[in-house]
């Protein structure tokens, strides 16, 4: 017997706290932020726009998105005393998500039981604004290479990937990223932002929310999955070779990375999506991988269905997000915290949320062991 016995395995469609920054609704294959359609607002708005939203709960003027751009280009760059440790940690040999971790958790603030709302909006802006920079120096580092600083004059997109490759990116290949990070920013109650959500529940700062975030999101049937759905695509190899290997994973009891969802029931909006920005930058750039990876999400959904009926599996958001970071010139290493760029200003608005709320999250669990034994006499 396990845990797995409690009536709600995975606390699945439990609901433990209200929110105002969004929601999904996995019937009908769509998701929003603030009540404004996600995927609209990928094609419609820039990141940055969308970060305002997040922050402030309203999309800004064209006078506030400007300065609002501006003063969060300003934060990029880490204090000296964070960027100076980072060689070291590139040295440790950790991941960069767990290096991520390490270096933010130098950074002072205030914990948010105690801060007023301006100061909980300040930490979470610098937070945001950081973690890209952070992220790019410690894998250039990692691969023997000097950081490259932030330019203010690039939008977020457009300067993580020059902070990455030391180029500054095509206009179509800075809007695909973007339109990435924007769809990633928020996506109901998944693991992580619960996880931050609960070290906001006691108190904490939004630095501590937003590390325990990381260490969650790092896994691989969360954040961690982009790369593994690529790596589907490289032990399949060829189209005539989709068939026997799909069969043979079922036939295993193993899962098809970068097909099915906890929550959709259709197709993941954010997979079409995605898909459609793979095309266009298809169109530009006419690429063989491309094309390989629309032929395996076609005939595995149409094994999926034939093996697994009636489950609904299609592919999913981390499917198509690795392919079209793979067509930005993002390294497979670098999938997951490309994700934690648009991720973190999700994880910072739900615990700045959280924080107004005085009552720590505190669940039980159904002990399923052996009893205590009578006391010796």
């Known amino acids: 017997m396990t845990l797995q016995t409690a009536e709600r395995p995975g606390l699945k469609d439990v609901a433990v706290t209200s929110t105002l920054i969004g929601d999904v609704n996995g019937a009908e294959g769509s998701f929003h932020y603030r009540g404004i359609d996600a995927i609209a607002l990928a094609t419609s708005r820039s990141f940055e726009d969308v970060w305002f939203l997040f922050v402030e709960g309203r999309l800004p003027q064209p006078d506030e998105s ?33 290096g991520l971790r390490a270096a933010l958790s130098m950074l002072p603030a205030q914990p948010m039981w105690d801060a007023p709302t301006a100061s909980r909006k300040a930490d979470s802006l610098r937070v945001s604004a950081m973690t890209p920079t952070i992220l790019a120096a410690l894998h250039r580092l990692r691969l023997g ?13 457009a300067n993580w990937l020059y902070m990455i490759t030391g180029q500054e990116p095509s206009k179509s290949v800075s809007l695909a990223a973007e339109q990435g990070f924007i769809m990633a920013i928020e996506h109901g109650f998944n693991a992580s932002t619960f996880t931050a959500r609960i070290a906001a529940s006691a108190g904490a700062d939004i630095v501590s929310a937003v590390v325990a975030a990381i260490g969650t999101f790092s896994g691989p049937l969360h954040g961690g999955a982009p790369g593994r759905a690529l790596e589907v695509l490289d032990l399949i190899g060829t189209a005539d070779n989709i068939e026997p290997w799909v069969r043979d994973c079922i036939a295993r009891g193993e899962r098809v990375m970068g097909f099915g969802h906890a929550v959709y029931q259709t197709t993941d909006p954010r997979a079409r999506m995605l898909k459609a920005i793979a095309l266009e930058l298809h169109e530009q750039r006419p690429s ?88 010796a006499s």
């Open 66 to 98: 400007a300065t609002f751009a501006a003063r969060t280009a300003a934060l990029r760059m880490p204090p000296p005393e964070i960027h100076e440790v980072l060689p070291g940690i590139a040295r440790s040999g950790c991941t960069v998500p767990a």
């Open 145 to 157: 290479l000097d950081p490259i600083s932030p330019r203010a004059d690039l939008s977020m997109s």
């Open 288 to 375: 063989e991988f491309i094309d390989f990876a629309i032929t395996v999400e076609q005939r595995v959904t149409e094994l999926l269905a034939e093996l697994k009926p009636g489950r609904g599996l299609h592919a999913n958001a981390e499917f198509y997000a690795g392919v079209v970071m793979e067509q930005c010139g993002v390294p497979r290493e670098m999938f997951t915290p490309s994700s934690m760029c648009g991720r973190v200003i999700g994880w910072c608005a739900n615990a700045v949320e959280q924080s107004e709320d005085r009552k720590i999250i505190r669940p039980i669990a159904r002990y399923v062991g052996p009893m205590p034994g009578k006391p």
